[in-house]
């Protein structure tokens, strides 16, 4: 997998609260949920979270152009062949996974969700600590 270009693996991320989430420039739930991610990224990142999104896109310029202008503010990827939201068992996007700081995962998530409301603030700040 790479990471923001560069070749990694989730295992780089161990020691902090991942919220890893498949997503496609073509699937209109997870473009409405962008804009959550990216205010999420900015209430985690300081407190030893991350939001990590790996796109299932086979076009990598509409991925390309979709980063710049969403203003994708977290760590992403692209796997086009999807072997990685298959070995989650992800079968349809978006979903997510919040994965603890030992790589157990806490939380499957199917389906788009409010990153901001006042049960996932309280539940960040459950497993993050308070900012």
Known sequence: VQIDGKPGKLSDLRGKVVVLNFWA?????????TPALVQLQRNIESRNGVVLGVSVDEDEAAYRKFLQDHGINFPTSRDASRKSAADYGTVMYPETYIIDAKGKILRKIIGPQDWNSPEMKAYFDSILGKS
């Open 25 to 33: 420039t073509w699937c209109p739930p997870c473009v409405e949920e």
